[in-house]
């Protein structure tokens, strides 16, 4: 029985003129993992950005839990539950692990500046609360060892995982990753693949992402979506995909 | 022997398990500051209070508030002497207009109208940042400058918008002399710094540190950064709104409108840029520094070459003498006094 969590029906999005998404048309099924692929510059990320309202689509419609999406901006995207990491992690540099993650729960935030600055009525059992639930994720993530360190001392690989922990601890219904495995060796991508299946194992999200490794693509994900110069070229499962002329055009450039 | 319990531990043992963790270090250190710090008034001279600690205190204070908006949210200002304006001018119609409020509560008033002058000269910051948004705070200054002296109704008529003290008091106990002044100026440093602690620690403080830290990315993961910044600059005016009122009746007496210029507003930010932006106990540092250091350099310079060079010249070798002091302080540590004082405190406590 299908159950679209998200679809998107001819979208398209230029910037001044040059078409970075043309007439794009998917369906994303709660609870699969769906990754976007395609050469640098096919979309992917612009597709993203206009999926959280960092971007407005020109045309074309976005329907995510049956509700139509228009002029919706990041933090109400936010707020319905699409959850976002980034390519390059974006991390509030100056705080610790466990802040970064905090800071991930502030769309369930009930208490006012009141409360903060005197310490009373709701503040102390959110606060309990919100450290529960950062816990939690960092623990399930594996991260409790970093939990106090500074995450701009952090490596690469895991400041990308903090990324993904604040992204998680919202509990958002559709998660966006924007590379989650980007400049990762392959002992740090089977890791990162394998945070990925237990955390839509274990929560339920829905997960879209954006991914090169076509390996990683094809272990970890239900469907795979191939763009290329912002239009389709493929859609499938990833064994369909891989056989799939042209998506092999598209990727190893043979002429047809 | 039977099994050993907290009770029958023999008495070095249980300092040592017991009584030591629960009192770290800071806090026995603070618990000595407090206690100094109240018995000063007995000890110290008028000359200590009035020129010395009550100054020092009330910059820490304006140094606080300038600290919540720009070294925690982000949001740089030049607005901290509009501000310190705003407050003075409102807790001295406050006291003057309604004399039925008891002083702390005009106070605190005086400091949320200052707050809302905030909120008002927060606004571009929803859409432009940095030097920019300096620019735009600096309109507030002379904005609020020139207000003041157009509108005679602020300073209740008085001559070159002038403003005097009222009679300082708090139920009854008068707080004109200068320890009583001093007493009045450390109290509200004392409990602004404890709702500051609280404020910085909590989801307000860490929503202001991602908005400093990333803004776009605080969006996506759904911070909303407009209420964020406009908080930073409420919260940060109300405290230098409460400071100028404090520098007006606590500390000078009588002011006019040209006691919170740009000097001023410049001045506060020094203290937070050398003390540690981001950093409570770095407002304290960088006022002390920017109060305390001219003091001591004329104190060294008088005893050192008083008769020897003429009175100016000292003077222009002192102001030299800090700024090569700041220049190689900023070189040095450019995170402020308060990570210098940190890495020292790390140090000692690795050693030890």
């Known amino acids: ?256 | 022997m039977p099994p050993a319990s907290a009770s029958m531990m023999p008495a070095p043992a249980f300092l040592r398990r017991v009584i030591v963790p629960i009192l770290p270090a800071r806090a026995v250190m603070l618990a000595l500051l407090v206690a100094t710090a109240l018995a000063v008034p007995a000890i110290a001279s008028d000359y200590w209070l009035n020129a010395i600690l009550i100054p020092f205190l009330i910059m820490t204070l304006a140094g606080l508030g300038l600290n919540l908006t720009m070294g925690y949210a982000g949001q740089a200002s030049l607005g901290t002497g509009a501000f310190m304006a705003a407050g003075a001018y409102a807790t001295y119609n406050l006291l003057l207009r309604v004399p039925e409020l008891p002083l702390p509560v005009s106070l605190v008033l005086g400091g949320l109208i200052a707050g809302m002058v905030g909120l008002v000269v927060g606004l571009p910051s929803l859409r432009i940042k940095g030097f920019y948004l300096v620019a735009t705070t600096l309109a507030a200054q002379f904005l609020i400058e020139w207000v003041l002296n157009q509108y005679p109704w602020f300073s209740n008529y008085a001559s070159s918008s002038t403003i005097s003290a009222p009679r300082l008091a708090i139920a009854g106990y008068d707080l004109s002399r200068p320890g009583g002044r001093y007493l009045l100026t450390l109290g509200t440093v004392v409990l602004v710094t404890a709702v500051a602690w609280r404020l910085v620690r909590s989801q307000t403080g860490r929503i202001w540190m991602a908005v400093r830290d990333m803004d776009t990315a605080a969006a996506v993961i759904g911070i909303p950064v407009v209420q964020a910044k406009l908080k930073a600059f409420f919260v940060g005016a109300t405290v230098c709104g409460i400071a100028g009122a404090l520098w007006a009746f606590a500390y000078l007496g009588t002011v006019d409108a040209r006691s919170f210029d740009l000097d001023r507003s410049f001045q506060v930010m020094f203290v937070i840029i050398i003390g540690g932006m981001g950093s409570l106990a770095g407002s304290f540092i960088g006022a002390a520094f920017i109060v305390l250091l001219p003091i001591l350099l004329s104190h060294v310079a008088g005893i050192a070459f008083g008769g020897a060079i003429d009175g100016g010249q000292l003077q222009n070798l002192q102001h030299i003498l800090f700024g090569g002091l700041i220049v190689w302080l900023l070189i040095h540590e450019p995170d402020g006094l308060s990570a210098l004082a940190s890495r020292l405190w790390r140090r000692l406590a690795a050693r030890a």
């Open chain 1, 1 to 256: 029985m299908p159950d679209p969590i998200l679809t998107l029906t001819d979208v398209s999005l230029a910037f001044k003129g040059i078409k970075a998404i043309n007439a794009l048309s998917f369906t994303v099924e709660r609870g699969e993992i769906c990754a976007l692929i395609g050469p640098n510059g096919a979309g992917k990320s612009s597709l993203l950005n206009i999926l959280n309202g960092v971007y407005r689509a020109d045309s074309g419609e976005v329907v995510f839990e049956g509700e139509r999406f228009t002029r919706i901006r990041p933090l109400q995207a936010a707020r319905r539950g699409i959850g976002r990491t980034f390519q390059h992690a974006a991390l509030f540099g100056k705080l610790s692990v466990l802040d970064n993650v905090l800071a991930g729960l502030t769309r369930h935030s009930r208490t006012t500046l009141v409360e903060h600055a005197f310490g009373v009525f709701r503040d102390a059992s959110e606060t309990a609360d919100f450290r529960d639930r950062a816990e939690a994720i960092l623990a399930f993530l594996d991260l409790s060892a970093h939990r106090d360190a500074i995450v701009s001392t952090l490596s690469y690989g895991v400041q990308k995982r903090v990324d993904l922990a604040r992204a998680l601890v919202g509990r958002p219904t559709l998660l966006l990753l924007d590379e989650p495995m980007a400049g990762m060796n392959q002992d740090e991508k089977r890791a990162m693949s394998a945070f990925i299946a237990d955390a839509r194992a274990e929560f339920g999200t829905t997960i879209v992402l954006i991914e090169h490794d076509i390996g990683v693509i094809m272990d970890l994900s239900d469907h795979v979506v191939v763009l290329d110069y912002g239009r389709k070229v493929g859609d499938g499962t990833p064994e369909a995909i891989r056989t799939d002329p042209a998506v092999i055009a598209a990727y190893l450039g043979t002429p047809h």
